[in-house]
């Protein structure tokens, strides 16, 4: 008898947890995993695609990461001063990673003897937590007229570090001194951020702008790393390229990504989407409605054609009744975790030009910039992303710095071309 997808997968997350508290990471294999759970070794790769993937799912799942957008939109509505925000939001984070502390003993302890895509996994789940954080205390600062005296995203990123070394000293010593207790920290905490990292916009001199969720640094991929994310994805399965496909090639979001829906259930029907004679258009019921192209090339390259794309062959191997547009292994709507973990999957061994991790966030960014140098102007793009204007000018700047960097290359190039020819 088969059991439900959420309880294949919470066994697995389970059972990862019991063996990695008792016997450690490293020396935990797959396999054991796998018999404690009482699953085949093969579900365990197709959910989380690998050891380091279902590790960053425990740790996502003991509530260190999970909802945590959720739970900062909804403080973020409470909350009115710096100060408070602050505290909140250490205090609840402190509390969730008190829940896995022999994992996070471990964690520690054998993070040496991690491999690198090891590593990888753990530091993207920390990265995209920044990110959250530093969105969740943008908003306060601009709320309060504050200033930052250093970008938002390095405020979050020194800020869980100090959680974290707190709580880390916390399990591993004792009578240490440092403070009297959680409360003396947190306050101490708290007021070195409020005197360290904030002014006032009528005592200071303006300083380098917020990026703050309107203003995101953009960090647009390469051609060639997008492709090669796309052919790594195909080699995981329709699904993961389907999922992959439809991210570059309509630039919507995670979310948008997972309430999804098919009009009907027909084996050859397409998604909730209205379809014309010649372009598949999807429509996005979450966040801002609207209907979004699913475009055939990306980066420069055809991928498919109307009638058939990764999208059309992921649901033409579809034999189940769900409306979801992606499902598990299991038959049920796939949520943003399980969407984390695909790509982690056939990311983890890629990184950027500066040899960064790839964070699913970036297809998005990528999609912007590609549209506005195809030739879009602001206002179209604004309607196809459900952003204003204001929000895709980084964009359109990026967009500008490519074009310019490619008119210089193609001068370049005729200038030595001219050379040679006298030569």
Known sequence: ??????????????????????QGVTETTTRQIAELA???????????GNKQG?????????????????????????????????????????????????????VVGEAGRYTLENRRALGRGVTLANLEVARYLATVIDRENLHPRIRVEKVASLLNEMLFG???????????????????????????????????????EPSKPLSTPEHPRVADLPASLVHAILQQAKKQGLRDYAFAYILFSTGITLPEVVA????????????????????????????????????????????????????????????????????????????????RTAWQGFTSELLTP?????????????????????????????????WDSNQLQPYARRAREKAAIERALKLDSKGSSKADHKA
């Open 1 to 22: 008898m088969s059991r439900p997808p959420s309880s294949t997968r919470q066994r697995l997350i389970n059972a990862a947890l019991e063996l990695f508290t008792s």
């Open 38 to 48: 009482q699953v085949n070794e093969v579900t365990l790769f197709r959910q989380f």
């Open 54 to 106: 279902l590790l960053l799912a425990v740790i996502e799942d003991s509530a260190v990461f999970t909802h945590l957008s959720e739970t900062l939109r909804a403080q973020v509505q409470k909350t009115s001063r710096l100060d408070q925000a602050l505290k909140n939001y250490a205090s609840d984070r402190l509390q969730a990673l008190e829940k896995i502390p022999e994992v996070l003993r471990s």
């Open 166 to 204: 707190y709580l880390v000293i916390e399990l591993t010593s004792e009578f240490h001194e440092l403070w009297e207790d959680r409360e003396d920290f947190l306050e101490s905490l708290v007021e070195l951020f409020l005197h360290g990292v904030v002014s006032h916009n009528e005592l200071s």
């Open 260 to 339: 999804l829906e098919r009009t009907s259930y027909g084996a050859d029907t397409l998604t909730n989407q209205i379809n014309d004679e010649h372009q598949n258009l999807l429509q996005i019921t979450q966040g801002a409605i609207r209907q979004v192209p699913v475009n055939q090339w990306i980066m420069g390259k055809r991928y498919g054609s109307y009638a058939r794309n990764p999208l059309t062959q992921w649901l033409k191997s579809r034999n189940d009744d769900q409306p979801a547009l992606f499902v598990n292994d299991a038959g049920e709507p796939m949520s943003e975790s399980e969407f």
């Open 354 to 386: 500066k040899s960064q991790p790839l964070f699913v966030e970036q297809a998005r960014q990528t999609w912007c910039v590609e549209m506005l140098m195809r030739g879009i102007d602001l206002e179209d793009l604004s309607i196809l992303s459900g």
